[in-house]
Structures are given as C-alpha cells and as structure tokens.
C-alpha cells in the first residue's frame, strides 16, 4: 500500500515501494495550468531532487537554485549520459566527482547560481593547485551554463578570463635512442620481463600502457616482401597499478585502438616470445612472472633496473620509435600516424583515409626493403 503523500511546498511524492515513487506537480502550459505527474523508479531522495529540478523550471515562484544544487540536477545525469555513450571516460568522471567533493562543494556549493562574484573567484582559484583549479572551471562552467539555459542566472560568472594557477618547472626526464643504442639496449634485456614491453614500444610504437596488455594468442608472424613482422593488435591497457587490464578498447582516444606492426628482427623476436608464453600457459606478453601482466609503476621499476645508467623514460621508447622509424627505415608519414595511433592531419587523414592491417604490413616492409637498398 503507498504510503501517505508528504506534505511539501510545491508538489507531491507519493512512495510505493522503496524503489518506486510517484511525483506530481502544477505546471503551466499553453492551455492553461494542468497537473503533471510520473512514476519513477528511483530512491525517495533521487525523487526529491527531480521534483527539486521540476519546481526550479515550472513554479510561478521558482526558487534559484544553489551551485551544488545545479550540480546534481542537470550536471550529474548530464555527465551520466556522456559515460554511457562513451563520450566521456569513466575514469574522467570519477576525478571530477572527486575535485566536486574535495575542492568545489566546499566553497561553492551553498552558493545561489546567480550570486558568483568574480573577485571571490578569481581569489579562490589562486590558492588552489594547477590540477585542481583547471578541474574546477571545467566543471563549473558547464554547471554555470545549465543555470543561463533555464533563465535562472543572466550570465556565466565563471567563463571569465580568470588568472589561473601555473604550475612550476620541472625538470623532465628526455632522451631517445637512436637505432644502434635500441638494439643494444634490447641485447641486455633479453630474457627479462621487460624484454616484451620493450620490443613493443621501441620497435612497434605503443604506449607504455599498452605495450602491457598484449595477449600471446593475438601476436601473429606474417611475410611482405621477402620482410618478417609481427602483427599486433593494441586494443587494451594497464594502468599505473593493479592486476589487470582495462576493458578492451579503453584506450588514450578511440583511434589509438589499431594494429601496429614490428618488423624483423624484432617483431621475430617478439613473436617468438609469444610463443614461448603460449607454451608455457602465460596469457600475457608482459607476464610478471605469476601469469598476471605488469603494471606501469612494476615495469618503471624492472625498466630502470635492468637498464641502469641508460635508462631514459619508459615512455620515450615511443620518441625513439618514430624517430628510427622515419629517419633509419623512412617509413611514410601517414603510415607512422595510423602505427602510432594518431588521425593523419587534414580532410584526408579525417575523413577518407582507411588502411587495412595489409595496408599498413605491405607500407612497413617496402619501406624497410628500400631503407636496407639505399
């Protein structure tokens, strides 16, 4: 039996089970004022706040809503929305959830959307680190811009100029290796547990990430001009920590999603480890030595170990890729973009050019035969 509607201001909740409530309100149309009502499956407080949401756009008196009011009304389910269509990460989400909770609810979210002062903010944002003031106005304005759309505030305070924090220099780490020095460096990590994720990145263009979440079974050895190469897809990733992968396809952007492809006698070598992992049942190329892959933060740490004095980043083995890949082998431009994971720039590269994997195998191995001819 539904239990007894709670008195309100304005509207109705009536709750049928803890899962079900039943709202009702006035509204005004072109046909005069009518009742409105909806049954939703939700909480009693997820129904409060879309009757809180319908009040501040249909009541005579509507009420200006507070930022953090703003926030859950239209930001969340906004933001919801752009996950599940896979406009926005879910891992985005969640940081600005968490710079929302620890940063901007704090001052803000009190704070009627039609009452920001500049100078406050402007002041606020000052004291805050870069990081966390660029979360900010993101998110802010996109909540600011919710509140002009429904004529509850006149302009967006926070798409101001405002000053913001710059973050102070650092040193960073640089270097690559040119050709010679890659495959020296491959000669000492032979048999390690890095020696895969190496060959990957150094010889194959993929990120640090993913030159961790490569699978044996998906390493295939095939033959372009007289050329060996290993084919591979790059299709997932691992993260700083943790035991395993992100899901297929939750890469950097949804065209680093590809196949890249190593040429002999790397990609020899890195298939040839493949199978080395198939035969002794491991499910990763980049297998931590207890049939789960490494993550970032243990690969940095065996990188730097086994590498000693000549390590550079990790991270710059991609640099060196494609600085052998277009000087020493002269592979073509618009091939090292798809290799790499990028969009090639202008009309073509965006809108009409589509390599297959044999594209891309027969433009690696003519240009390795003609760099070995010349």
Same mark, same amino acid.
């Given at each position: 039996?539904?239990?007894?509607?709670?008195?309100?201001?304005?509207?109705?909740?009536?709750?049928?089970?803890?899962?079900?409530?039943?709202? !009702?309100?006035?509204?005004?149309? @072109?046909?005069?004022?009518?009742?409105?009502?909806? *049954?939703?499956? %939700?909480?009693?407080?997820?129904?409060?706040?879309?009757?809180?949401?319908?009040? #501040?756009?249909?009541?005579?008196?509507?009420?200006?809503?507070?930022?953090?009011?703003?926030? !859950?009304?239209?930001?969340?389910?906004?933001?919801? !929305?752009?996950?599940?269509?896979?406009?926005?990460?879910?891992?985005?989400?969640?940081?600005?959830?968490? %710079?929302? !909770?620890?940063?901007?609810?704090?001052?803000?979210?009190?704070?009627? #959307?039609?009452?920001?002062?500049?100078?406050?903010?402007?002041?606020?944002?000052?004291?805050?680190?870069?990081?966390?003031?660029?979360?900010?106005?993101?998110?802010?304005?996109?909540?600011?811009?919710?509140? #002009?759309?429904?004529?509850?505030?006149?302009?967006?305070?926070?798409?101001?100029?405002?000053?913001? =924090?710059?973050?102070?220099?650092?040193?960073?780490?640089?270097?690559?290796?040119?050709?010679?020095?890659?495959?020296?460096?491959?000669?000492?990590?032979?048999? *390690?547990?890095?020696?895969? =994720?190496?060959?990957?990145? %150094?010889?194959?263009? $993929?990120?640090?990430?993913?030159?961790?979440?490569?699978?044996?079974?998906?390493?295939?050895?095939?033959?372009?001009?007289?050329?060996?190469? $290993?084919?591979?897809?790059?299709?997932?990733?691992?993260?700083?920590?943790?035991?395993? =992968?992100?899901?297929?396809?939750?890469?950097?952007? =949804?065209?680093?999603?590809? *196949?890249?492809?190593?040429?002999?006698?790397?990609?020899?070598?890195?298939?040839?480890?493949?199978?080395?992992?198939?035969?002794?049942?491991?499910?990763?190329?980049?297998?931590?030595?207890?049939?789960?892959?490494?993550?970032?933060?243990?690969?940095?740490?065996?990188?730097?170990?086994?590498?000693? $004095?000549?390590?550079?980043?990790?991270?710059?083995?991609?640099?060196?890729?494609?600085?052998?890949?277009?000087?020493?082998?002269?592979?073509?431009?618009?091939?090292?973009?798809?290799?790499?994971?990028?969009? @090639?720039?202008?009309?073509?590269?965006?809108?009409?050019?589509?390599?297959?994997?044999?594209?891309?195998?027969?433009?690696?191995?003519?240009?390795?035969?003609?760099?070995? $001819?010349?």
């Amino acid at each position: 039996m539904p239990r007894k509607k709670q008195r309100r201001a304005w509207g109705s909740i009536t709750s049928v089970s803890k899962d079900k409530q039943i709202i !009702r309100w006035p509204e005004n149309t @072109p046909e005069g004022r009518k009742r409105r009502s909806r *049954t939703l499956r %939700c909480t009693r407080s997820e129904a409060d706040l879309e009757l809180a949401r319908l009040r #501040v756009m249909h009541a005579d008196d509507r009420p200006v809503p507070t930022i953090g009011d703003a926030y !859950r009304m239209w930001y969340l389910p906004w933001i919801d !929305r752009r996950v599940q269509d896979g406009r926005t990460k879910p891992n985005t989400r969640e940081a600005y959830a968490i %710079c929302w !909770r620890n940063v901007i609810a704090p001052r803000w979210d009190s704070v009627p #959307v039609d009452s920001v002062q500049p100078a406050k903010a402007q002041e606020w944002l000052l004291t805050l680190s870069v990081g966390n003031a660029n979360h900010a106005v993101v998110i802010l304005r996109k909540v600011l811009d919710f509140a #002009v759309q429904y004529e509850l505030a006149e302009t967006n305070k926070f798409r101001l100029p405002y000053e913001m =924090p710059v973050r102070k220099a650092a040193v960073r780490r640089t270097g690559t290796y040119d050709l010679a020095h890659a495959e020296a460096m491959l000669e000492r990590l032979r048999g *390690t547990i890095v020696e895969a =994720p190496y060959i990957l990145s %150094c010889f194959g263009s $993929a990120r640090t990430g993913e030159s961790l979440g490569v699978k044996p079974d998906e390493v295939e050895l095939v033959e372009s001009r007289g050329i060996k190469l $290993a084919v591979v897809p790059i299709v997932r990733r691992m993260e700083k920590t943790g035991d395993l =992968p992100l899901p297929d396809g939750d890469l950097k952007n =949804p065209q680093s999603v590809r *196949t890249t492809v190593i040429p002999e006698p790397y990609g020899v070598l890195y298939h040839g480890i493949a199978r080395q992992r198939m035969a002794d049942g491991s499910g990763w190329m980049a297998d931590r030595g207890d049939g789960l892959p490494l993550d970032i933060n243990s690969l940095t740490h065996a990188w730097e170990s086994a590498a000693g $004095a000549d390590a550079i980043p990790f991270a710059n083995l991609r640099n060196s890729w494609r600085t052998i890949a277009q000087y020493v082998w002269r592979i073509d431009y618009d091939t090292m973009e798809f290799l790499m994971g990028h969009i @090639p720039p202008g009309i073509s590269g965006k809108h009409y050019l589509r390599p297959t994997v044999e594209n891309l195998i027969e433009a690696v191995a003519h240009a390795m035969v003609q760099s070995r $001819a010349s």
